[in-house]
């Protein structure tokens, strides 16, 4: 059996290697040096570039407009963009791009799916539940009133929920059946509160009260919901891969460079034993995510994540105690690296709570 890249999914990663490699991580403030959010809104112009480059198209539907590629083909993306702390919702909109091409209705996925392929429309999605540490469908109820749908709940920690298009808020039914609602910022009933996350980008809690959408902007396959959600914890993986990669060459090749005693620091067989640890960290943490964006099931993300989630913060922790007062300089990349890492952690939650979790799934799992 050939478990290589597909040739398609080898373009996608070259194009994103190209799109992504222009960015400039010093383009806004330093998350150390801002008590707010780095800046108002998410990297515009290089939003035009992946449109440009067809990046936003690959994951629609190719009726659509798109390239109709699946989530192996959107981790090797998101590994790009993690490389250079992209400040794009890629995840987000490809994510919810893949959902509407698997579940949406026709009228739906015909008037969102052409402006998604063409960079006209960006989505993000609500992912955390009301105090993250709930599923997110949970946190808002959507009741049938008038034709439509009322939405009735918080959503925390949506990020750039302030100037995305639509944003993707799981929900469930008076009956429990999670639902998708694809909702503008703007659309009465909401209400956005200013949030900033670790990484110094702008999110928002959603307060919902009696939010009216149409019958036509919600999904209501109940598999919809936790499909979403394993696209997201996925692809947040491949971020946090692409990130930890990027900081591991980073402090090898600082760890060649700088010299003590005589010696470059990476002959020291204390530096060595640290940095051999932290490439075994990230290539676990490859291998776990590429099970898991092949085969999307509950078990393979739950080891995905526990990798991703103590992977990446050992590699960061590693490369500043290696850096020493140079990786606390604002001046020097790292700092925002860790930050990011930070976030990324933070967003898919501590290792230990998925280990019970992956242990709960082990106690029931039924082999097939």
């Not at 959107?74 to 702390?85: D, I, K, N, Q, Y």
């Not at 919810?96 to 015909?110: C, H, P």
């Not at 990230?282 to 964006?293: C, G, K, N």
């Not at 092949?294 to 078990?299: G, H, M």
Request: glycine letters at 8%; aromatic letters at 6%.
């Amino acid at each position: 059996m050939d478990f290589s890249f597909s040739e398609e999914q080898q373009a996608a990663q070259e194009a994103a290697k190209a799109a992504f490699s222009g960015v400039s991580l010093d383009a806004v403030e330093s998350p150390a040096l801002v008590r707010a959010a780095v800046a108002d809104d998410f990297d515009r112009a290089l939003w035009r570039q992946l449109a440009t480059s067809d990046l936003l198209g690959l994951f629609v539907p190719q009726e659509h407009g798109g390239s109709g590629l699946d989530p192996v083909a959107l981790c090797l993306v998101l590994r790009e963009a993690g490389r250079v702390l992209a400040r794009v919702p890629l995840l987000e909109t490809s994510a919810a791009a893949l959902i509407l091409g698997a579940y949406g209705s026709a009228e739906l996925r015909a008037a969102l799916l052409p402006r998604i392929a063409a960079g006209e429309l960006t989505l993000t999605a609500a992912a955390h539940g009301r105090t993250g540490h709930e599923p997110p469908h949970h946190a808002v109820t959507a009741a049938r009133e008038g034709g439509g749908w009322s939405l009735e709940g918080t959503q925390t920690a949506v990020p750039w929920a302030q100037t995305a298009g639509l944003t993707v808020i799981p929900a469930h039914t008076a009956q429990g059946t999670p639902v998708l609602a694809f909702l503008p910022p703007d659309a009465p009933g909401v209400t956005l509160a200013e949030q900033a996350s670790t990484n110094g980008e702008r999110y928002a809690e959603i307060r919902l009260a009696a939010a009216h959408i149409p019958d036509r902007d919600l999904i209501e396959a109940p598999e919809a919901a936790d499909h979403l959600h394993r696209l997201l914890t996925t692809g947040t993986c491949a971020l946090a891969l692409g990130l930890a990669g990027r900081v591991l060459e980073m402090t090898s090749a600082y760890v060649s460079e700088r010299r003590q005693f005589g010696f470059p620091v990476a002959t020291f067989q204390a530096v060595a034993v640290q940095t051999a640890d932290r490439y075994i960290d990230v290539r676990a943490m490859e291998a776990t995510l590429w099970q898991a964006a092949w085969r999307l099931a509950p078990l393979d993300v739950a080891v995905a994540k526990i990798w991703a989630s103590e992977g990446v913060r050992r590699v960061v922790q590693t490369a500043q105690h290696l850096h020493g007062g140079m990786g606390a300089d604002t001046d020097y990349p790292l700092h925002r690296f860790h930050a990011w890492a930070k976030q990324l952690e933070l967003s898919m939650g501590p290792a230990a709570a998925h280990e019970e979790a992956l242990g709960d799934l082990l106690a029931t799992h039924q082999p097939t």
